[in-house]
């Protein structure tokens, strides 16, 4: 079965379980899909609406980014390090536990209501799933690997760039789809304070007036983004895993 046509197949499914939800509950609860797409067939004329989009956007790949670049490698020199991983491990497991949403109030107070008080919450909450899954993707590294490679006069540099490296990366891709779907969970909450653009404020600003169809409307445009993240990770892994697919 394709990929393509299972997509078809789920959609199909989905949208009759909705179907069915809104029957039961009525059009005051639940929008049929009918009303969500004629919903989002007219939001689509309008500038505010993606602006909405660009908002929402703009602050998942900031988030992702950060929490990459600081992440990743930082978790695969714990992975690959015992003495650094030992001193690091008792204050990773202090701090990894907390919820990290509770740091919200204090982000706002130090970067503002801005952009940059969401983006950063967001990179941090993102900043230790990524960091658990390089470090452990990098301990479980074959020690044969690494000294195969030793043996034939590799330096630290060689050994991360051919072993360590190549042999995390599909986790880490396995990692970066789990953190979509948290991002785009935490993005909905982040957007409901002090904010004027986002995704996560027009549902809620639906909320607001009880304009069901564009609450719905706004989750569907929610998970269409999650979606579409998943999908460019999915890729990624095929182009840069292409061992892996085997």
Not at 159 to 175: D, G, N, R, Y
Request: proline share 4%.
């Amino acid at each position: 079965m394709s990929n393509r046509f299972s997509y078809v197949i789920a959609v199909f499914l989905l949208l009759c379980f909705w179907q069915a939800g809104a029957m039961f509950s009525g059009p005051n609860i639940v929008a049929t899909p009918l009303m969500t797409l004629d919903k989002l067939i007219e939001e689509s004329g309008s500038i505010k609406f993606w602006k909405h989009i660009e908002a929402s956007s703009f602050r998942i790949v900031c988030a992702l980014g950060i929490a990459f670049v600081t992440a990743i490698p930082l978790g695969l020199y714990l992975g690959s390090s015992k003495r650094a991983d030992r001193i690091a491990k008792p204050l990773i497991y202090l701090t990894y536990p907390v919820p990290k949403i509770v740091f919200l109030p204090l982000t706002l107070l130090i970067f503002g209501i801005g952009d940059l008080s969401k983006i950063m919450l967001l990179s941090l909450i993102l900043f230790f799933q990524l960091l658990i899954t390089a470090r452990d993707s990098a301990r479980a590294v074959s020690r044969s690997a690494k000294y195969s490679l030793k043996s034939l006069g590799a330096n630290r540099l060689d050994l991360f760039v051919h072993v360590i490296w190549p042999s995390t990366l599909p986790s880490i891709f396995t990692a970066l789809r789990i953190a979509t779907g948290t991002v785009v969970a935490v993005l909905f909450f982040v957007e409901s304070i002090g904010a004027r653009y986002g995704i996560g404020f027009y549902i809620l600003d639906a909320w607001g007036r009880a304009d069901i169809p564009q609450i719905y409307s706004g989750i569907v445009v929610m998970a269409l983004m999650g979606v579409a993240l998943y999908e460019t990770f999915d890729i990624l892994e095929r182009v840069y895993c292409r061992w892996n697919q085997l």
